[in-house]
Nanobody, 125 residues
Framework: QVQLVESGGGLVQAGGSLRLSCAAS????????MGWFRQAPGKEREFVAA????????YYADSVKGRFTISRDNAKKTVDLQMNSLKPEDTAVYYC??????????????????WGQGTQVTVSS
């Protein structure tokens, strides 16, 4: 079992920045690739970013590429999402998730075994 707890959400003006953090506990953190997803009201959950087990490989949704950066610290068992140049359309509940590191199928939420409870990000125009 892996427990995930997100933090760092809040209200920010368009063009601003936020840094989300996800703290993991339980089984070996480095056994998992980690992802961030988001869900806006009335919309399906969508992929945002993913990072492999050692941080050497990342992947981003086109909508956030160049603005968001995912990173991890295996010693601290954390994965962060630095969000810059935020837009109102980035408003959503953001979730971190863990999946077995053996495959790099990271976009589909069904491949992830563990999820956090989510943290709200609101970007005002």
């Amino acid at each position: 079992q892996v427990q995930l707890v997100e933090s760092g959400g809040g209200l920010v003006q368009a063009g601003g920045s936020l840094r989300l953090s996800c703290a993991a506990s339980g089984r070996t953190f480095s056994s998992y690739a980690m992802g961030w997803f988001r869900q806006a009201p009335g919309k399906e959950r969508e992929f945002v970013a993913a990072i492999n087990w050692n941080g050497g490989r990342t992947y981003y949704a086109d909508s956030v590429k160049g603005r968001f950066t995912i990173s991890r610290d295996n010693a601290k068992k954390t994965v962060d999402l630095q969000m810059n140049s935020l837009k109102p359309e980035d408003t959503a509940v953001y979730y971190c998730a863990a999946k077995p590191a053996q495959s790099w199928e990271v976009v589909r939420s069904t491949f992830y075994d563990y999820w956090g409870q989510g943290t709200q990000v609101t970007v005002s125009s």
